[in-house]
C-alpha cells in the first residue's frame, strides 16, 4: 500500500502531537507532519501577524518534509488555516479534510458567527477568559469538560495567541468563486453538541466545494472532538479519502 503524506494542523489551544496522537494510533502508512501553529512559534505573536503567516508556515513544513503534494487536515483553528490554505495552494493539495474550521472566511460566516460574544469573553482576565471562550465552543446547554490536573507551560500563551489568531480570521475573506474553483475531495465532520454554527458553516461550504462530503458526530462537540473520541472511526473515513485522490 502506498504511504499517504499528511500535513495535520492542530486547533488554538493544544499542540499537534497531543491533538492528534489518538487518531495517528489507528492509521497506517502515513508519513505525518504534524504542524503547530506559528501564532506560538515564539513566546508571543509574531509582529504583522495574519492568516497568511499560517498558509507560509504550512508551505515552509511541507518544503521541508520533502512534500510536493500532500493531504491536509485540520481542527478548529487549524482546519480554518487549512482552508486558507487549500485556496491559495490548491496546486500542493490532495485532499482537504477539515473538523469545525475556525472561520470559513466568508461574509455570510462572518455575519453569524458572533464575534462580538468573542470580543466580550477574550478582554476578561485570563483565568476567567478561557473557560468562558471555550464555552463558546459548544451548544447552550452542553457543560464544559472538567479541568484534569494544574495547566500545562503551553497554556501561558494561549489567551494572547487566541485573540492574535481571531483578530487574524476576522481580517481574512475568501470568496465564493474562490471555494468553487477547488476542486479536490473535501471531508467536512462536526459533532450534534457543538455550537451551531457548524451546522450552518456545512451547509455553506456543501453549496461551495464541487467535491464535498460531509458527516455528523453523534453526541460530540468540539471540546470532545470526534478524531480524539472515535479516532478509529475517523481513520477508516480518512484512508477512503486518500485513497480517492489516487
Avoid at 459533532?191 to 451547509?203: A, I, K
Amino acid at each position: 500500500m502506498p504511504q499517504h503524506d499528511v500535513v495535520f494542523l492542530p486547533g488554538i489551544i493544544a499542540p499537534a502531537a497531543r491533538r492528534y496522537e489518538p487518531l495517528l494510533n489507528h492509521l497506517a502508512d502515513v508519513n505525518a507532519v504534524l504542524k503547530d501553529l506559528e501564532v506560538y512559534r515564539g513566546d508571543v505573536p509574531p509582529a504583522g501577524y495574519s492568516v497568511a503567516t499560517e498558509t507560509d508556515g504550512v508551505l515552509r513544513a511541507a518544503d521541508e518534509a520533502g512534500l510536493e503534494r500532500f493531504h491536509l487536515y485540520g481542527h478548529s483553528g487549524g482546519g480554518a488555516v487549512a482552508l486558507a490554505f487549500a485556496v491559495a495552494h490548491a496546486d500542493r493539495v490532495l485532499t482537504l479534510a477539515i473538523d469545525e474550521p475556525a472561520s470559513d472566511f466568508t461574509d455570510d460566516g462572518n455575519m453569524e458567527y458572533g464575534w462580538p460574544e468573542f470580543d466580550r469573553v477574550l478582554h476578561m482576565q485570563p483565568a476567567e477568559s478561557m473557560p468562558a471562550f471555550l464555552r463558546l465552543q459548544v451548544a447552550p446547554g452542553v457543560p464544559l469538560p472538567p479541568p484534569q490536573g494544574a495547566p500545562p507551560p503551553w497554556m501561558a500563551k494561549r489567551p494572547a495567541g487566541v485573540r492574535a489568531f481571531i483578530e487574524a480570521l476576522r481580517a481574512h475573506h475568501i470568496a465564493g468563486d474562490e471555494y468553487r474553483a477547488f476542486g479536490k475531495p473535501v471531508y467536512f465532520t462536526w459533532g450534534s453538541l457543538t455550537h451551531p454554527r457548524w451546522r450552518s458553516m456545512e451547509r455553506r461550504l456543501s453549496e461551495l466545494l464541487p467535491s464535498f462530503s460531509s458527516e455528523m458526530f453523534e453526541g460530540l462537540h468540539h471540546l470532545n472532538t470526534c478524531h480524539m473520541a472515535e479516532p478509529q472511526r475517523v481513520a477508516v473515513r480518512l484512508t477512503a479519502l486518500w485513497q480517492r485522490a489516487g
